[in-house]
């Protein structure tokens, strides 16, 4: 028992407490082009990792499909001007944001260290032990910073926030990650751009311009290539 429920708490601290607190609480404290090019820095944080803990390398094609679809998402981010990178200006909240994104790197990689029990059983476990974990913060914020206030705006989104950034996200990345490594599941961050991009468009009117046409089709590319499973060595 005591051999299953340690990776269940490092992985509850790591990739609940820990990552949803600090993303949630930078927000406040950056802008969010700085915010989406620290997001984009996971699928590199993760193979970094990987290789640190475990020793996994990364093959040719990943390396190449991790830099394309990098290009890519900076280039959406950007909206395909580079000298957007000379205007940007460091924000209180960059450092924790990164922190945020160097700790979702680790719960990322060291899912292989959960025990062997149904993706469910595993949620209800990380919530329940990530929710505890974050309690004393809950109540110290309720009693000497804020209190929330439950009008119908604030009720939807946090049922929103429960439903899909929370319950869904995470069992899909889990069984992501089950099923084709950490490595080459952390190449799918970068599809946010292009996610965005799309809300944009269809519920904004926004236009669809060169540079999303650009940048989508970097990340499409990069992720063919970095997701392509290595040809078996023959006997």
Known sequence: MRAKIWP???????GITAFNTLVYWSQYK?????????NATVPLLIPAFSFLLFRDRVNRWQG???????????????????ATLLDLTVNQ??????????????????????PSI??????VALFALGNLFILPFFI??????????????TIIALIYIG?????????????????????????????MPIMGTAFSVMLFGEPFAGYHFAGTAL????????????KASAD
């Open 64 to 82: 190449l499909g991790i830099a394309l679809a990098m290009v890519g998402a900076v280039t959406i981010i950007l909206q395909g001007n580079l």
């Open 118 to 123: 149904h993706p469910m059983s595993m949620l």
């Open 140 to 153: 110290w914020e309720h009693l000497f910073v804020a209190q929330i206030e439950f009008t119908p705006k």
């Open 30 to 38: 950056t802008t969010a082009v700085n915010l989406f090019l620290l």
């Open 219 to 230: 990340i499409v590319v990069g992720l063919i290539l970095g997701t392509r499973r290595p």
């Open 93 to 114: 909240g960059d450092a924790v944001i990164l922190l945020a994104m160097v700790l979702y790197a680790i719960y990322s990689t060291c899912l292989r260290l959960k």
């Open 8 to 14: 269940l708490i490092l992985l509850a601290v790591f």
């Open 163 to 191: 439903i899909f950034p929370s319950f869904l996200a995470y069992l899909f990345f889990n069984r992501g990650v089950e099923l084709i490594g950490a490595n080459r599941a952390s190449l799918y961050f970068h599809l």
